[in-house]
């Protein structure tokens, strides 16, 4: 009785730690549109952590997009989330590659 007990506990257990996980893993590519046009995002899930961010297309302007293409994605993977602030001076373009990431995550669900 205290084995049959314990291993519904153990299974149990398993079960629960198993519908832990909030997202799928996977590789996600997703858009939202930026100041010019939509940029493309690849978001990388992994036990449930943003371990990569990629901007894979875009045609933001040149010089006033720069800090958000190049710094955002990794901004995103430090916080685990696209719930962060944007770029001063590149609103746009920080709004979409945020959008992009949180539209990842709702797939990743």
Do not use: R
């Not at 899930?45 to 371990?51: H, K, Q, R």
Request: overall charge negative.
């Amino acid at each position: 009785m205290k084995k049959m007990i314990l291993t519904f506990l153990i299974i149990g257990m398993a079960v629960i730690i198993m519908a832990c996980n909030e997202y799928s893993d996977g590789v996600y590519e997703t858009s939202a549109e930026g100041f010019n046009d939509d940029i493309v995002v690849e978001t990388t899930i992994t036990d449930d952590v943003i371990e990569n961010v990629e901007i894979l297309s875009h045609d933001e302007s040149d010089g006033i997009s720069d800090d958000a293409i190049n710094d955002l994605p990794s901004l995103i993977v430090d916080n685990n989330s696209p719930d962060i602030d944007g770029i001063s001076g590149a609103t746009h373009s920080s709004e979409a590659i945020l959008d992009a990431v949180q539209g990842a995550l709702e797939e990743a669900k």
